[in-house]
Each structure stands twice: as structure tokens, then as C-alpha cells.
């Protein structure tokens, strides 16, 4: 397993822009796939985006696609997620998280490793 800490988060106006950032630990981050997810309160968590370890493709949940973007540096161990044109919808405690290799998941319960988790709030 990994040790993930997110930073990044914070509060800002609708329609601005963030940018959280994941660092890993360990010397095999280059196999992992890593996904973002995001919690609300009363809500289920659920998947943002995904960045796959082989390709370093990228996976979006509809309601951000076009508007989010993950990324990953693999020599810093870190995968970052864009936000731009933010909605007050999108505010939720946003974690990061770490699948050893295999196939493409978007389920919580599929991912090893899970960060602490940074607020990001959207106010209108």
C-alpha cells in the first residue's frame, strides 16, 4: 500500500478554479492507477476521475467531464486534479486514492489506499 496526502483544497467562488494535489509515498506509484473521489454530507462517495497506470489515461464522471482534469507526474509521485469552472454541487470533502495496477475501477471499494481528504467548498 501507499501513504496519500491530499492538499489543495480551500473555498471559492462559483465558477473559479482549485488545484488539489495527491502525493504518494513508495517507489512504485508509476503502478498505480489513482482516482479522486468526493464525499458530501448525507452522500455516498463517489468517482471523480481516474488516472490508469498503464498510459496514464484518463476517466471522468459526467458530471465533471469537460470541466475537471487529472493528471499524475510519476518522478514526483503525485496526481493532481484541475478544477476549473467550479458549481456549488461540486463541494465535498475530495479524497484521493490508490489501485495496485489491474483493471480500471470506479468504485471505492476497488481502490487500496485512501488519503485524509481536503474540503472544497463552492459558494455562490
Known amino acids: 500500500q501507499v501513504q496519500l496526502v491530499e492538499s489543495g483544497g480551500g473555498s471559492v467562488q462559483a465558477g473559479g478554479s482549485l488545484r488539489l494535489s495527491c502525493a504518494a509515498s513508495?517507489?512504485?506509484?508509476?503502478?498505480?492507477?489513482m482516482g479522486w473521489f468526493r464525499q458530501a454530507p448525507g452522500k455516498e462517495r463517489e468517482f471523480v476521475a481516474l488516472?490508469?497506470?498503464?498510459?496514464?489515461?484518463?476517466y471522468y464522471a459526467d458530471s465533471v467531464k469537460g470541466r475537471f482534469t487529472i493528471s499524475r507526474d510519476n518522478a514526483k509521485n503525485t496526481v493532481y486534479l484541475q478544477m476549473n469552472s467550479l458549481k456549488p454541487d461540486d463541494t465535498s470533502v475530495y479524497y484521493c486514492?490508490?489501485?495496485?495496477?489491474?483493471?480500471?475501477?470506479?468504485?471505492?471499494?476497488?481502490?487500496?489506499?485512501w488519503g485524509q481528504g481536503t474540503q472544497v467548498t463552492v459558494f455562490s
Open positions: 486514492a490508490a489501485r495496485y495496477r489491474g483493471l480500471i475501477a470506479t468504485t471505492p471499494a476497488d481502490f487500496d489506499s
Open positions: 513508495g517507489q512504485t506509484f508509476s503502478s498505480y492507477n
Open positions: 488516472s490508469s497506470w498503464i498510459g496514464s489515461k484518463t
